[in-house]
């Protein structure tokens, strides 16, 4: 729960070793932050990041929790694991995903599969174990990185893209839902960023940085918005994007 001067006590990041994750909830960390848990798949990466960007003087209580990102029957479980170590949960951030991006598709059709159980049916899973675990509190602030990939998908990154889509759409109607209980959910759409999961990749226009989207994201964390662009002129273009016939649309030299 929130102490009296309104900060979160209690910070999960499902993704622990994202680099944009990471990043949120390094700088989500201030006077009166207890605990974070890091979820992730890889404990000792995590543990090896965290000990760099802390050091040993934080205050913050650290915890671990290992899971599979593809695993959706495992995702209750661990929401009721964190649950039970650190107690109610004031923010939670997710950002985990595969991009998939070296794969041909065409030519592995099965390897989309493994895409969209991470991007979509797991998470999907995931916040609605979450969403549950905040109407029963009574409140909460759910942050999902979605990405602007999804707002109109191109065949470059069309299994991606399409999961994004799919992920964010539903995250945006169980938003609805958890207001009516004192909990809410915002969707982080960030452009192209520069982070180990997009290394070598031809950067896109407004191409921006893990840094430059925490800062936003922590902003409208502590906000009540349920979309955040990042950056902003992302929204305006892809509201023009939209209107597009497709012949236009698939004439853009955006990849």
Not at 61 to 69: A, L, Q, S
């Amino acid at each position: 729960m929130k102490n009296g001067l309104g900060v979160p006590q209690n910070i999960v990041l499902f993704g622990g070793t994202s680099d944009i994750g990471c990043e949120i909830v390094r700088q989500m960390i201030q006077p009166g932050v207890a605990n974070i848990v890091l979820v992730s798949r890889d404990i000792e990466s995590a543990e090896t990041r965290w000990s760099n960007l802390l050091g040993d003087d934080s205050q913050v209580n650290i915890h671990h929790v290992r899971f599979d990102g593809a695993d959706a029957s495992s995702m209750v479980e661990v929401v009721n694991e964190i649950v039970d170590e650190v107690g109610d949960l004031d923010v939670v951030v997710v950002a985990h995903a595969l991009l998939g991006s070296e794969v041909d598709f065409l030519k592995d059709p099965v390897a989309a599969a493994s895409v969209a159980s991470v991007n979509y049916g797991a998470t999907m899973v995931l916040l609605l174990a979450l969403g549950e675990r905040m109407k029963q509190q009574g409140y909460g602030r759910l942050c999902l990185l979605s990405s602007v990939a999804g707002m109109r998908v191109r065949w470059s990154n069309a299994v991606y893209g399409s999961t994004k889509a799919g992920i964010d759409g539903f995250a945006l109607a169980l938003d609805g839902e958890l207001r009516r209980h004192g909990a809410s959910l915002l969707v982080v759409r960030p452009g192209f960023v520069s982070t180990k999961m997009t290394a070598g990749m031809k950067k896109a226009p407004l191409s921006t940085t893990a840094e430059a989207v925490a800062s936003a994201t922590v902003k409208a964390i502590r906000g009540n918005g349920t979309v955040l662009w990042t950056p902003a002129a992302l929204r305006f273009i892809f509201g023009l994007f939209r209107l597009l016939p497709e012949t236009l649309w698939l004439r853009l030299p955006l990849g």
